[in-house]
């Protein structure tokens, strides 16, 4: 009997097996956020040690604090390739997770940062040829002069993700605005005409606020295309200014979906 | 021979040579002084109003005053104009658009233009050693 049993278990766990490895494995944001919060941590560590080995190697200049500096300096550098490596894995996820931006910009912002993981995998492959002080400096200069453009597509995709945060609304605005726009057509009958010149009036209104939260995003999303600087300020600098328009659309749309309620509030009587 | 008698005359009165000693004035006349001076006109003055002021504080009784009776207000509550609610409010097509516009509202509310999550992380780029 204990046999008879044991094999049914084994029957049913082999049956299980490719169904539970059928299941595809996908890490969310939150996974990537927490790994890219503790690479974040590691990278934290070994720059300190890494300043501090430099700090008695040109001090002392003697062959052990060299060696140690080699050492440490390798270390921070594998380990500053794989932050940004986890950063951009966070971006890439938090893209997939989107459900706002069309296909064809999406896949603009992955192919940005598909070719920033291809540079730092590359970055990271040289890095085995490190043999002295100067290599690790030579290898660092191949970063620092990539790394506006990788700081520009990194700028870039956050506000593509934000952009696509905003467009999930836009297109529950977008049907909302159109079932009122039928119910007011179908009801126009019904009303007076000075009450229906109220509720054409509230829907002129609430189609002005579409098309100047429109012209807000057409603006950011020009900039955005563009996006490229010589210092990280410059590409700050204008980060914060489409941040700033997207928080005027979001105010537009706002406002819109508020006389949205209030054309909602008018139809529901009668006067 | 009569000597003659000399008699010395007699020495002449040595008067001590005393300096010039104000003499103190008399009670009198020192109050004469104080009292033409500004300030003996100053105090009369502070004087007189604090003394009007004692006199005149001393109210006379008045009648006792008549309360006035003050109205009191009956509240009545402004009606709530009754509305027709349109054939259209009840349908379900009507309540249901209300309240995904209602959740639109609080959605578009509650959402965050800049996700601290997203900042980039800072790096220190150049390695610090010097060239060669």
Do not use: C
Not at chain 1, 94 to 110: H, V
Not at chain 1, 163 to 179: I, K, P
Not at chain 2, 32 to 40: D, E, H, N, Y
């Amino acid at each position: 009997m204990r046999i008879f049993l044991s094999f049914v278990f084994i029957f049913i766990a082999f049956l299980a097996l490719p169904l539970l490895l059928a299941l595809p494995a996908h890490a969310t944001s939150q996974q990537a956020y927490q790994d890219y919060l503790y690479q974040f941590d590691l990278y934290r560590q070994t720059n300190t040690d890494f300043q501090v080995a430099k700090n008695e190697y040109l001090k002392f200049k003697s062959l052990t604090s060299q060696a140690t500096a080699l050492i440490k300096t390798k270390t921070m550098l594998a380990q500053r390739n794989e932050l940004l490596r986890a950063y951009l894995f966070l971006l890439n996820e938090k893209l997939n997770e989107d459900r706002g931006l069309a296909g064809t910009e999406k896949q603009l912002y992955q192919t940005l940062i598909a070719n920033e993981v291809t540079f730092l995998d590359a970055h990271k492959d040289r890095m085995s040829s490190i043999g002295s002080i100067d290599d690790t400096v030579t290898v660092s200069r191949e970063l620092e002069s990539h790394y506006m453009i990788l700081y520009a597509s990194m700028r870039q995709t956050v506000i593509g993700i934000m952009m696509g945060d905003l467009a999930v609304l836009t297109q529950r605005f977008d049907t909302a605005h159109s079932a009122a726009q039928s119910l007011v057509n179908i009801s126009r009958g019904t009303f007076t005409p000075q009450k229906q010149a109220t509720l054409d009036r509230w829907l002129l209104q609430i189609a002005n606020k579409r098309s100047l939260y429109q012209q807000k995003i057409e603006t950011i999303r020009s900039t955005n295309n563009q996006l490229k600087g010589n210092y990280q300020e410059e590409i700050d600098r204008n980060f914060q200014t489409m941040q700033k328009d997207a928080a005027e659309a979001k105010q537009y749309l706002s406002e819109g979906t508020s006389n949205l309620m209030e054309l909602m509030n008018a139809v529901r009587y009668q006067d | 021979m009569e000597v003659p008698i000399i008699t010395n005359p007699p020495a002449p009165q040595i008067q001590p040579d005393i300096p010039h000693v104000p003499q103190a004035p008399s009670t009198a006349e020192n109050l004469r002084q104080k009292l033409r001076s500004p300030w003996a006109g100053i105090a009369a003055i502070i004087a007189i109003l604090v003394i009007g002021s004692l006199i005149f504080s001393v109210r006379r009784p008045t009648a006792p005053s008549v309360l006035i009776p003050t109205p009191t207000t009956t509240i009545y509550p402004t009606p709530t104009p009754q509305r027709t609610p349109s054939v259209i409010a009840s349908q379900s097509a009507f309540i249901s658009l209300d309240a995904s516009i209602q959740t639109l509202a609080n959605d578009i509310g509650t959402l965050t233009i800049q996700d601290p999550s997203l900042s980039p992380p800072v790096l220190d780029l150049p390695l610090g050693y010097p060239s060669n």
